[in-house]
Nanobody, 121 residues
Framework: QVQLEESGGGLVQAGGSLRLSCAASGRTFSSYNMGWFRQAPGKEREFVARITVSGLTTSYADSVKGRFTISRDNAKNTVYLQMNSLKAEDTAVYYC??????????????WGQGTQVTVSS
């Protein structure tokens, strides 16, 4: 069992940066691949980024590639999402998830409650 809690969201101007954190409880965090997803109003939840257990392999949605960076610190049971050059279309609730190394949300086993990111243009 893994419990996840996101933080770091907020209101930022277009072109700005935010760093999201996802703190995990439980001893098995380092056994899980991690993902970040987002959901805008009226839209389906979409994949943003994922990272393997070791942190050595990552992948990104095309819409965020080159702007967002996912990382993890297994000693701190935390996964991060550094978001640079933010755009209005990045506005959404951002969720972290633990599970298989997948871009499909339904395949993940555990979810956080989400953190709101709002980018003003």
């Amino acid at each position: 069992q893994v419990q996840l809690e996101e933080s770091g969201g907020g209101l930022v101007q277009a072109g700005g940066s935010l760093r999201l954190s996802c703190a995990a409880s439980g001893r098995t965090f380092s056994s899980y691949n991690m993902g970040w997803f987002r959901q805008a109003p009226g839209k389906e939840r979409e994949f943003v980024a994922r990272i393997t257990v070791s942190g050595l392999t990552t992948s990104y949605a095309d819409s965020v590639k080159g702007r967002f960076t996912i990382s993890r610190d297994n000693a701190k049971n935390t996964v991060y999402l550094q978001m640079n050059s933010l755009k209005a279309e990045d506005t959404a609730v951002y969720y972290c998830a633990a599970g298989p190394y997948s871009i499909v949300a339904l395949r993940y086993d555990f979810w956080g409650q989400g953190t709101q990111v709002t980018v003003s243009s």
